[in-house]
């Protein structure tokens, strides 16, 4: 190859070389000013928190139902003492022969009377208009104690059928280590609802009443034992567990023979 044609070539690879370069700053500036350009476009960097979601328009939220107090227990029911504490009596007051008979509801020889005696009596003497019997507690323990608080607070009308039915099952109930439970399912089969039930057991003021009522009955009739019955206003005094035929030979003696069935001379 001749110098000339060297030199024409060396010359045109030169050339080449300065367009390459010149080609390639041109792209890189452009491609330089067209990043720039993006970055101005993004929004400022913030800090990483939560976001905290925009209210909802007021009409959009659901009403909250307002706040409930707990059920409030049932309020106590008031025990009218001296209406617990009137007389309990079954048959005529007019009639001829009073009897008062102080019992205790666990007493046995009392349920004797209530179940064996007191059907014939009612029978043949109190429904006749002959006999007045009026019902006083004597309660000889905590069980007796509680049974008697029950019936005073029952309706006078439903006092003798309680305490006919206590006194029925007297041995399922009385020496239970439970019978406050089986008095209450008894109060409830009479119509008296747990809350009175309940503020009849707290009652203080009926509790001293039936203590007064048997301090009374020790001072004037010296009743210390159970079933008494005092006949007559004190006339004649019968006490434990009697035939009918003993309390017809006193009926006899306090109402001039008026009232009570000779004995059949055989």
Same mark, same amino acid.
């Given at each position: 190859? /001749?110098?000339? =044609?060297?030199?024409?070539? /060396?010359s045109?690879?030169?050339?080449?070389?300065?367009? &390459?370069?010149? &080609?390639?700053a041109?792209? %890189?500036?452009?491609?330089?000013i067209?990043?720039?350009?993006? $970055?101005?476009?993004?929004?400022?960097?913030?800090?990483? !928190?939560?976001?905290?979601?925009?209210?909802?328009?007021?009409d959009?939220?659901?009403?909250?139902?307002?706040? !409930?107090?707990? #059920?409030?227990?049932?309020?106590?029911?008031?025990?009218?003492?001296?209406?617990? $504490?009137?007389?309990?009596?079954?048959?005529?007051?007019?009639?001829?022969?009073?009897?008062?008979?102080?019992?205790?509801?666990?007493? /046995?020889?009392?349920?004797?009377?209530?179940?064996?005696?007191?059907?014939? $009596?009612?029978?043949?003497?109190?429904? #006749?208009?002959?006999?007045?019997?009026? +019902?006083?507690?004597?309660?000889?323990?905590?069980?007796?104690?509680?049974?008697?608080? !029950?019936?005073?607070?029952?309706?006078?009308?439903?006092?003798?059928? +309680? !305490?006919?039915?206590?006194?029925?099952t007297?041995?399922?109930?009385?020496?239970?280590?439970?019978?406050?439970?089986?008095?209450?399912? =008894?109060?409830?089969?009479?119509?008296?609802?747990?809350?009175?039930?309940?503020?009849?057991?707290?009652?203080?003021?009926?509790?001293?009443?039936?203590?007064?009522?048997?301090?009374?009955?020790?001072?004037?009739?010296?009743?210390?034992?159970?079933?008494?019955?005092? &006949?007559?206003?004190?006339?004649?005094?019968?006490?434990?567990? %009697?035939?009918?035929?003993?309390?017809?030979? %006193? +009926?006899?003696?306090?109402?001039?023979?008026?009232?009570?069935?000779?004995?059949?001379?055989?």
């Open positions: 190859m /001749s110098k000339q =044609n060297e030199k024409g070539s /060396s045109g690879l030169l050339i080449g070389l300065l367009i &390459v370069l010149v &080609v390639g041109a792209l %890189v500036g452009w491609l330089y067209n990043k720039s350009q993006q $970055m101005n476009a993004l929004p400022e960097a913030t800090e990483m !928190t939560e976001a905290t979601p925009p209210a909802p328009p007021a959009s939220v659901p009403a909250q139902p307002a706040p !409930t107090e707990a #059920t409030a227990p049932s309020a106590p029911v008031v025990i009218d003492v001296a209406n617990a $504490m009137s007389v309990r009596a079954i048959g005529n007051p007019q009639a001829p022969v009073k009897i008062i008979e102080y019992a205790s509801l666990t007493c /046995s020889h009392c349920a004797h009377f209530h179940n064996d005696v007191l059907p014939e $009596m009612k029978t043949k003497y109190i429904d #006749t208009g002959k006999v007045y019997l009026e +019902f006083r507690e004597f309660p000889l323990n905590d069980p007796a104690l509680k049974a008697a608080m !029950t019936a005073r607070c029952l309706p006078e009308d439903k006092y003798e059928g +309680f !305490t006919s039915l206590l006194f029925k007297q041995e399922h109930w009385a020496g239970n280590m439970n019978y406050m439970a089986s008095l209450r399912q =008894n109060a409830k089969l009479a119509g008296m609802s747990d809350a009175t039930f309940d503020s009849c057991q707290a009652s203080d003021a009926l509790k001293q009443k039936i203590a007064e009522r048997m301090q009374e009955g020790k001072d004037k009739w010296k009743i210390n034992a159970t079933p008494t019955f005092i &006949v007559n206003d004190g006339a004649e005094t019968i006490s434990g567990a %009697v035939p009918l035929a003993e309390f017809e030979r %006193v +009926f006899r003696k306090v109402s001039n023979n008026t009232v009570g069935e000779t004995p059949k001379v055989e």
